[in-house]
């Protein structure tokens, strides 16, 4: 008989990507306040553009997280690996929605990939590099389990 899906039967890995999933959630939830607070003002009754992307990118990477949890629970790699893996994705997924949220603070309403400087060049690349390496590694764990 397996044995129950409990909070003390899973992977550290899996840990924190559930609380990054929940912190998230909880964190799209409270820009979405802060999103409807904006919507009643005249005479726009709008949020300004990066309030409404935080808010999405927020709840967007909830989920992730959760797949990136999953992923992370039954990656056939060292655990050191996966909690690597997953704590990369997560600290870039904060980074870019706190970018939103200073750019909605600042009520930025250009991109801001209109001024190239570290943030929008090395950042980006590093992002990239962070995101994809982490979740491939993630992917290729689960494959490898797979497999056998």
């Given at each position: 008989?397996?044995?129950?899906?409990?909070?003390?039967?899973?992977t550290?890995?899996?840990?924190?990507?559930?609380?990054?999933?929940?912190?998230?959630?909880?964190w799209?939830?409270?820009?979405?306040?802060?999103?409807?607070?904006?919507?009643?003002?005249?005479?726009?009754?709008?949020?300004?553009?990066?309030?409404?992307?935080?808010?999405?990118?927020?709840?967007?990477?909830?989920?992730?997280?959760?797949?990136?949890?999953?992923?992370?629970?039954?990656s056939?790699?060292?655990?050191?690996?996966n909690?690597?893996?997953?704590?990369?994705?997560?600290?870039?997924?904060?980074?870019?929605?706190?970018?939103?949220?200073?750019?909605?603070?600042?009520?930025?309403?250009?991109?801001?990939?209109?001024?190239?400087?570290?943030i929008t060049?090395?950042?980006m690349?590093?992002?990239i590099?962070?995101?994809?390496?982490?979740?491939?590694?993630?992917?290729?764990?689960?494959?490898?389990s797979?497999?056998?």
């Open positions: 008989m397996t044995e129950p899906l409990t909070l003390s039967t899973t550290p890995g899996f840990q924190i990507g559930l609380l990054g999933a929940g912190l998230f959630l909880l799209g939830m409270a820009l979405g306040v802060w999103k409807y607070v904006h919507m009643r003002r005249p005479p726009a009754h709008s949020a300004p553009v990066y309030v409404d992307i935080a808010h999405r990118a927020a709840l967007m990477y909830a989920f992730a997280s959760l797949v990136l949890a999953a992923l992370a629970q039954f056939a790699w060292s655990e050191l690996v909690i690597a893996a997953v704590t990369v994705n997560l600290i870039f997924f904060v980074s870019a929605v706190s970018s939103y949220v200073l750019h909605g603070w600042k009520k930025t309403n250009q991109t801001q990939f209109r001024e190239a400087n570290l060049t090395w950042g690349w590093g992002l590099v962070g995101e994809l390496g982490g979740t491939a590694i993630l992917v290729t764990g689960v494959a490898a797979m497999i056998g």
